[in-house]
């Protein structure tokens, strides 16, 4: 029977899925062999699939959702705005909620600029640069942001400085997108590799990777083998180097390209504190400039609102997404200076133009969501409450240091990273192809509870109004789900 004959009815979702669906990130080999989860609905921490099943959703939904699914304060503003108008363009025209959201944000990224005091008579060095951020750029997702930033890097330096050509430097296992743009700027092995001809040249540098450091496997202890006192931040030393060394051939690095606080798609690599102050007064002294991107950290994952506030750093651009709208519609910024905006003013004739955007750049329901998701999470009972799941998650997460197989665990506030290894003595990682992470994950979900792996590493990531019972479920689940699905 022709296809258009049929009725919706006549095959469910999960075959209609599998007939015609492409899957991001995802081998359909497998997939199509699989009965899939169909999700019909969701009530704060909870998703529901089609046959009333409930589960966790201990990802906030690939790391977007802030405050639950389903929240009447968000539906109400976004259903507020769908009876005026869902979008209009901003080539040409403005609109009230893009306006509105513009302002918040740019008030949001403030820095809480600590002025020393005449008084203080310590031999600190001073904070490092703290620029202002006063425009912001719209687009839809987090590779589009940092596609703007890393463009807008671009044009700004060119003009600026037109003998010095624009070159970044990112970290290794960084992930940053997956446009061609943001891709050059990332060095995921496994997800960049084969498209590695059609990158731009972007370098590469260590990331303080402290579990695996290279100068840290004196001896293989389930913690750190040396505790940050006796690190002597060779990370840092690397960047130095590689800074200088450019410098010295008169081929300067002009950006640097960061997940500040915890590297997520690289494995939750979270930081050791005050590694980015370190890199930021690198970055200051060899007039670089910094780019933040604070796609997965931004809007209090890590605790603080920006990630980058925690340690006192501004960068010169901030690209926001994902949890921009409480996870509920595509949308992201780039935040910029006055100084690279008005590198691009000019009379017309100039064509100084920024000549980049998309369709549904500034839209309205997204703006109208992320107004809203902005209000929620500035309120006191949000804040508060963020604060007790950060506790919540460290006491729960402190169980799982009996697994054998458990290597590491990372937490960056309200985000973690648990690596499974063979053996904790060894650190020895499990083959990729033994699919050691997915097959965690799937006893997990027998279990009610909903995440996905990087590799070995199993991401938890907290939705907002979870409570203590639901984080204690997700990591018994979590540590049940080891014994089963890697015996010893
Ligand atoms: N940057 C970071 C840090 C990310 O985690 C991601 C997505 N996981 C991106 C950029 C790309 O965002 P998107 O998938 O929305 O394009």
């Known amino acids: 029977m022709p296809h258009r004959t049929q009725r919706k009815s006549d095959k469910n979702p999960a075959q209609l899925d599998r007939q015609y669906i492409w899957h991001p990130f995802t081998q359909m080999q497998e997939w199509i062999r699989t009965d899939p989860i169909v999700i019909t609905s969701g009530k704060g921490a909870i998703l529901t699939d089609q046959w009333g099943r409930k589960?966790?959703?201990?990802?906030?939904?690939?790391?977007?959702?802030?405050?639950?699914?389903?929240?009447?304060?968000?539906?109400?503003?976004?259903?507020?705005?769908l009876v005026k108008i869902s979008h209009s363009s901003a080539l040409g025209l403005a609109n009230e909620p893009a306006s509105y959201l513009a302002a918040d944000l740019i008030q949001m990224a403030k820095l809480n600029r600590k002025r020393p005091r005449a008084s203080d008579?310590?031999?600190?060095?001073?904070?490092?640069?703290?620029?202002?951020?006063?425009?912001?750029?719209?687009?839809?997702?987090?590779s589009t942001a940092m596609e703007v930033a890393l463009k807008l890097h671009f044009e700004h330096q060119r003009r600026t400085t037109p003998k010095i050509t624009p070159r970044y430097l990112s970290l290794e296992n960084s992930?940053?997108?997956?446009?061609?743009?943001?891709?050059?700027?990332?060095?995921?092995?496994?997800?960049?590799?084969?498209?590695?001809?059609?990158?731009?040249?972007?370098?590469?540098?260590?990331?303080?990777?402290?579990?695996?450091?290279?100068?840290?496997?004196?001896?293989?202890?389930?913690?750190?083998?040396?505790?940050?006192?006796?690190?002597?931040?060779?990370c840092v030393q690397q960047i130095k180097e590689r800074i200088e060394t450019a410098k010295r051939k008169k081929q300067p690095y002009t950006a640097f390209v960061v997940e500040p606080i915890i590297q997520g798609a690289a494995g939750m690599i979270a930081h050791p504190k005050g590694w980015?102050?370190?890199?930021?007064?690198?970055?200051?002294?060899?007039?670089?400039?910094?780019?933040?991107?604070?796609?997965?950290?931004g809007f209090g994952r890590t605790g603080p609102l920006i990630a980058s506030h925690g340690e006192g750093i501004q960068p010169d651009f901030l690209a926001l997404a994902k949890g921009m709208t409480g996870?509920?519609?595509?949308?992201?910024?780039?935040?910029?200076?006055?100084?690279v905006f008005d590198s691009f003013l000019g009379p017309y004739d100039s064509f100084r133009t920024f000549f980049h955007g998309?369709?549904?750049?500034?839209?309205?329901?997204?703006?109208?969501?992320?107004?809203?998701?902005?209000?929620?999470?500035?309120?006191?009972?949000?804040?508060?409450?963020?604060?007790?799941?950060?506790?919540?998650l460290e006491n729960a997460l402190d169980r799982l240091w009996r697994h054998p197989q458990v290597g590491d665990i990372r937490q960056a506030g309200l985000v973690a990273g648990i690596e499974l290894v063979k053996k904790w003595q060894t650190r020895e990682p499990f083959p990729l192809k033994e699919q050691a992470g997915i097959r965690v994950c799937q006893a997990l979900a027998k279990r009610g509870v909903l995440t996905r792996p990087i590799g070995n590493?199993?991401?938890?990531?907290?939705?907002?109004?979870?409570?203590?019972?639901?984080?204690?479920?997700?990591?018994?689940?979590?540590?049940?789900?080891?014994?089963?699905?890697?015996?010893?």
């Open 276 to 297: 980015l102050t370190k890199v930021a007064r690198l970055i200051q002294k060899y007039r670089m400039q910094l780019i933040a991107d604070e796609v997965m950290t």
């Open 55 to 81: 589960y966790i959703d201990a990802n906030a939904s690939i790391w977007t959702n802030l405050h639950g699914h389903n929240h009447p304060v968000i539906n109400r503003a976004i259903h507020a705005q």
């Open 457 to 488: 590493v199993i991401v938890i990531m907290l939705i907002y109004t979870m409570t203590k019972r639901q984080v204690d479920t997700i990591v018994a689940a979590l540590s049940e789900s080891i014994k089963e699905a890697l015996p010893l």
């Open 175 to 234: 992930y940053h997108g997956d446009t061609v743009g943001a891709m050059s700027l990332s060095h995921s092995p496994l997800f960049h590799q084969s498209f590695r001809k059609i990158r731009f040249k972007v370098d590469r540098i260590m990331a303080p990777y402290c579990y695996r450091c290279p100068y840290n496997q004196a001896q293989a202890k389930r913690t750190d083998a040396r505790s940050s006192r006796q690190c002597r931040w060779e």
């Open 327 to 339: 996870g509920y519609l595509p949308m992201a910024a780039t935040l910029t200076t006055q100084a």
């Open 358 to 392: 998309h369709s549904f750049t500034g839209n309205q329901l997204g703006s109208a969501a992320a107004l809203a998701n902005l209000k929620l999470l500035q309120s006191p009972r949000s804040t508060q409450q963020r604060k007790h799941l950060e506790d919540w």
């Open 121 to 142: 008579s310590s031999k600190k060095p001073p904070p490092p640069r703290q620029p202002e951020l006063t425009k912001v750029f719209f687009s839809d997702d987090g």
